[in-house]
């Protein structure tokens, strides 16, 4: 399958700080990002799902000024935790998604530990 | 809307013996089905997935999966477990024609010595 890459891969921050992740598709064309966040002991949770070039759809509950999502292009998305607090310390893991062949295909991101004091 | 539902938090089992990690899911028209590993502050390790075809599905590390339509389930299964197969498991769906992919609540595996 496709290598997806996040950076960083840990990140402490302080609380009120901005904080950009970066995940990039290697060796595959990504139409489309997804974004999730994984608490302790808990499944993942789509955040928001974004096509390259457009604004990024937000799932209920998330906030899409608090949580920038970028996908400029077919191999790169920034996930921007703005304002950072304590409660968005979490496990945030990108997805690459798009067509393989006749088959539309997902792959995952080893994901980014944050943590914000 | 689609769901899965992973209906064990834990999972205990002694090495050697047979493993079963069930998962059942809800979509409207033909499912797309996948199982992921996740080891400690890790990502997910992509198991196996069901698109069409044979109803069972073999994939990495010698597990595998059985599709049944009528109970919609997708129960992972391993003959003979390993000590390092400990760890959290997700059964996921996605709808066919869909992008979504949505994660059941995963089951943590112990196999023990």
């Known amino acids: 399958g496709a290598v997806v890459s996040q950076h960083p891969s840990w990140v402490i921050c302080k609380s009120g700080t901005s904080v950009k992740i970066e995940c990039r598709s290697l060796?595959?064309?990504?139409?489309?990002m997804f974004w999730y966040r994984q608490f302790p002991k808990q499944s993942l949770m789509l955040m928001a799902t974004s096509n390259e070039g457009s604004k990024a759809t937000y799932e209920q509950g998330v906030e899409k000024d608090k949580f920038l999502i970028n996908h400029a292009s077919l191999t790169l998305s920034t996930l921007t935790v703005t304002s950072a607090h304590p409660e968005d310390s979490s496990f945030y893991i990108c997805?690459?998604?798009?067509?393989?062949?006749?088959?539309?295909?997902?792959?995952f991101g080893p994901g980014t530990r944050l943590t914000v004091l | 809307a689609q769901s899965v539902a992973q209906p064990e938090d834990q999972v205990n089992v002694a090495e050697g013996n047979p493993l079963t990690v069930k998962c059942t899911y809800s979509v409207s028209g033909n499912p797309y089905l996948f199982w992921y590993v996740q080891y400690p502050n890790r990502g997910l390790q992509f198991l196996l997935k069901y698109i069409t075809g044979d109803n069972l599905v073999k994939g990495s590390y010698g597990f595998e999966a059985e599709f049944n339509k009528s109970q919609t389930s997708f129960h992972l299964k391993k003959p003979s477990a390993l000590v390092s197969d400990s760890a959290l498991y997700f059964c996921a769906v996605r709808e066919t024609g869909g992008f979504k992919t949505i994660f059941g609540a995963g089951t943590r595996l112990f196999v023990k010595a």
């Open positions: 060796d595959f064309q990504a139409t489309t």
């Open positions: 997805s690459a998604g798009g067509n393989s062949g006749m088959v539309y295909e997902q792959f």
